[in-house]
Nanobody, 121 residues
Framework: QVQLVESGGGLVQAGGSLRLSCAAS????????MGWYRQAPGKQRHLVAA???????DYADSVKGRFTISRDNAKKTVYLQMNSLKPEDTAVYYC???????????????WGQGTQVTVSS
């Protein structure tokens, strides 16, 4: 069974920084794209940043220049470094991975349980 476990959320003042981590474990054959999504109260979940297995990245316009996504393929872990945080960054942040399990052929989406990020003004 595949699991994604996030860590690193918390409360920070505006202008501060946080680093989120998400580690994948279980019977994994290969991981393709990994990413971070966020969902604020009363709003839909949307993409914050994504990174392919080759290292190509994509960011939401609202976080460009402030957030950096990276990954360690050997550790099956993706990171999100968040700098210059703003109150509007407050949300639950979810890790996502597109991967193929051992013994299977089809790629599936997996999600972490979510970690709360709160930015105070």
């Amino acid at each position: 069974q595949v699991q994604l476990v996030e860590s690193g959320g918390g409360l920070v003042q505006a202008g501060g920084s946080l680093r989120l981590s998400c580690a994948a474990s279980g019977s994994i054959f290969i991981i393709d794209t990994m990413g971070w999504y966020r969902q604020a109260p009363g709003k839909q979940r949307h993409l914050v940043a994504a990174i392919t297995s080759g290292g190509s990245t994509d960011y939401a316009d609202s976080v460009k220049g402030r957030f950096t996504i990276s990954r360690d393929n050997a550790k099956k872990t993706v990171y999100l470094q968040m700098n210059s945080l703003k109150p509007e960054d407050t949300a639950v942040y979810y890790c996502n991975a597109e991967l193929i399990e051992r013994g299977r052929w089809n790629k599936r989406d997996y999600w972490g349980q979510g970690t709360q990020v709160t930015v105070s003004s």
